[in-house]
Every structure is written in structure tokens, then in C-alpha cells.
């Protein structure tokens, strides 16, 4: 699945040394409970929830996505995951319905170099974030047990309504008819004969209108110049959709704009006084031009 975390570098016997965890996790503010399968320990971990055995090898690795139907999972399903540190993973045969909200599969690859293989499970979140799970092992000693692991997890989810009214009325009268611009850029001069010099420049305006949809659109250009040397680049992008203020997988508030396309942007949002940061960057708040 494309959104594995870069937990994969994890080894199960620093799991097992350090991992208190057991019986049923609940995420309060994603609205998301399992069970760790008896016999299984677990523990959070930067990006998603690592579980591991004491005598059966390989790992159980819980992420989490976005997709919001079960065809924009299929095509998340089908893409090749790589962290670029030894650990890849691609889709193996044909993924299978597992009820009305779960896409399951094999995967074959690599994890910390060795070869891998693995039964991944995506299901569908009918009220946000999406949770993956994934049962591996060295390809030498998977077998359709790990297939079952991942079920057993699967079966143990209860997804209900998390409660983001504090979240959301903090934050929405803030952002709501609000044009958010963000700006960066840098120029360097040449220095001496026949030095070369540049920069770039990056432009990003959000508009949220207070019904719900926003307008999006970014810029960028850059520079080189010098003796006999001279370059020029330029790209940007635009598109619209519908705005929402959530909590991520960490509990931080974030903006999410899910675009026409389907594709999904998301910022966590901060702020000091009145000025705004988005990922920790400032951004300039302003009156809405376009919203209607």
C-alpha cells in the first residue's frame, strides 16, 4: 500500500524489548479501536503502530490513509511502496474484496534488504482516516498463517465518530473566507567576472469560502544567469474542491482540501497571535477574492 510509514526499518527484537502495549488500542481522536491478537505486543511508533511475537516471525504493521472509497484505494493498493533504505514492497497477484469497506493482497519485495513477502489489508474509514495493515516476514517463511494474522487485526476494528467540535470551532471562523498566500524565495548574484547567479520563487494561494469549497493554485520560477549563461524554469499548478479542518494520526489539527480529482492536500496548522503557519511556514491571511 502507498502510504506504509518508514517504520519498516524497525526490528522486532527492539519491539519485544521495548513494547508494553497489549489488549485493545483505542485512538480517540481518529476514531479508531483494535485489538492486539493475544500472544502479540505492540507499540506506536513515528507514523502508525508496530506489533510483533515472541516465537512467530515477521511484524504486523498498522498505517493510515486518506481514501475515502473503496476504487481510490484499489489504486492505492496497486502502487509500489520504497522507502529507499532496503524496504520495497509491490502487489503480487489480484486483490480480494474482504467485505463491504476492506481490499486485501499479497506483496513480495524487500524489507531492510531481504527478501520479503506480506498480506496487506486496506479498509475504508466511513467517518475519515483510513487505517492499512500489513503482516510480513522473510519471503523463505511466509505462508497463508500471515494472511490470518492480518484478518484477525482487520476483524478486531471498531471505527466510530471522533469528536473535533473543539478542534473545528477553533479553527474553522479563522480560516473560513480566508485567502492564505505563501511566499518564499531567494536570489544569489554572481559574484566576480563570469559568475554565475540565481534564484527561485514560490507563490501558493489557498482560498477557503465559508461554504465549504476552495480554490487553489501555485507558482513557481527559477533562475540562472552569468557569462554566457543564462536559464529560466517555470511551473505551477491550480485546481478546486472541498475544505474540511480534521486532527491527523499525531492528534495535531491540519487543513485538508480534497480536490475534484481526488487527490488529497494536507497542512498542520499552527499559529502565533494572529499570524498562521501551515507545516510550520508562515502563511498571509487575507480576505477571500474569489469565493462566491
Known sequence: MKRLSFFLCFTITFLLMSAQQTGRVDYKHLGIQFTIPDGWVGQEIDGGFLMGHNSIPGLILLSTHEYQTLNQLRAGAVEAFNDGNGSSLVIAGQLESLGNNALGGEYQGTIEWQPAKAYGIGLINPHGTGVVILAATTAAQYGPDYKRFAQQVQQSFRF????????????????????????????????????????????????????????????????????????????GGQGQGRWEIAVNAGGSPILRLRFQQGEVYEYVLSRSGNELYLDGNRNYRTQAEYCR
Open 160 to 235: 466510530y465518530k471522533p469528536d473535533h467540535s473543539q478542534v473545528v470551532a477553533t479553527w474553522k471562523p479563522f480560516l473560513s473566507g480566508m485567502r492564505l498566500t505563501y511566499m518564499d524565495s531567494y536570489y544569489s548574484p554572481g559574484v566576480g567576472s563570469g559568475g554565475i547567479g540565481g534564484g527561485y520563487s514560490n507563490e501558493r494561494i489557498i482560498e477557503l469560502c465559508s461554504q465549504g469549497h476552495f480554490f487553489f493554485s501555485s507558482s513557481s520560477e527559477m533562475t540562472i544567469s552569468g557569462d554566457n549563461v543564462s536559464g529560466w524554469d517555470q511551473g
